[in-house]
């Protein structure tokens, strides 16, 4: 699994304080400029490992943080789409474990050729500590990662 840092990502620190006063936290932000219109894809996600997001969280952030990323970017032909992760999440970019620290979680370990699971005790940028059932910690590195989800068991 591929890690990429939030910093790496344009606008992002902006958007994530702004996300961040507001009570939440920035899991993503993707910004595809095109001819006519600028398409804004973000997801956003409780502070609490098992909060849940509803329409108006998602309703409030966008009204705050379309505005700020139009200033940002300098116009108006904006579009924007603002998700929450919902409990079927696939984890795409490994800096998310980070993120959803306390949340459970199942990868998929190449070097096992099986899932493994439990809760993200922490997570830098080469790999995730996580809390199995027995109550051993595991450290799964990201390079092994294939896959990953939330797990709602």
Excluded at 98 to 110: L, Y
Aim: aromatic share 8%; net charge negative; hydrophobic share 40%.
């Amino acid at each position: 699994m591929e890690y990429t840092s939030y910093k790496s990502i344009k606008y992002y620190d902006e958007c994530a304080a702004l996300v961040e006063g507001m009570g939440f936290k920035l899991v993503e932000l993707k910004i595809v400029p095109s001819k006519t219109t600028t398409k804004i894809s973000a997801m956003i996600a409780s502070t609490e490992p098992d909060g849940n997001i509803g329409v108006n969280d998602c309703a409030k952030v966008h009204r705050v943080l379309l505005p700020r990323l139009e200033a940002l970017l300098g116009t108006e032909e904006t579009m924007m789409e603002l998700t929450s992760p919902g409990i079927e999440h696939n984890i795409k970019n490994a800096a998310e474990f980070a993120v959803f620290t306390g949340r459970s979680v199942r990868v998929w370990d190449k070097t096992i050729t099986d899932w493994v699971g439990g809760k993200i005790l922490s997570a830098d940028d080469k790999q995730v500590t996580l809390e199995a059932e027995d109550g051993n910690s595991l450290s799964v590195s990201f390079e092994n990662i294939a896959k990953a989800k939330f797990d709602n068991k």
